[in-house]
Nanobody, 127 residues
């Protein structure tokens, strides 16, 4: 089992950058593919970015491709989401998620595929 704790959210202005972190407990972090999702008020949770166990494969939602960057440091049991050029429509609660997998190069984009979730961190982008 793994526990996930997100941090780094806050109130920023449009055009600003922000880096979210998700710290995982346990000694088996490198056996989990990781993902970031977000949920705005009144909307469904949506996929943002995913990264494989090794960090060698990443995948992004079209809306953030080229703007957000997902990365991980397995030595620190942490996954990151670097967000730049933020827009008001990026306002949401951001969640990280972990999926146990035996495939080092696989990533996952569907929420139901993930085994564990953090509590979320609020990101608010003002115009």
């Amino acid at each position: 089992q793994v526990q996930l704790v997100e941090s780094g959210g806050g109130l920023v202005q449009a055009g600003d950058s922000l880096r979210l972190s998700c710290a995982a407990s346990g000694r088996t972090f490198s056996t989990y593919a990781m993902g970031w999702f977000r949920q705005a008020p009144g909307k469904e949770r949506e996929f943002v970015a995913a990264i494989s166990r090794s960090g060698g494969s990443t995948y992004y939602a079209d809306s953030v491709k080229g703007i957000f960057t997902i990365s991980r440091d397995n030595a620190k049991n942490t996954v990151y989401l670097q967000m730049s050029s933020l827009k008001p429509e990026d306002t949401a609660v951001y969640y990280c998620a972990a999926k146990a997998t035996g495939y080092s190069g696989s990533f996952y984009i569907i929420p139901l595929q993930y085994n564990y979730w953090g509590q979320g961190t609020q990101v608010t982008v003002s115009s």
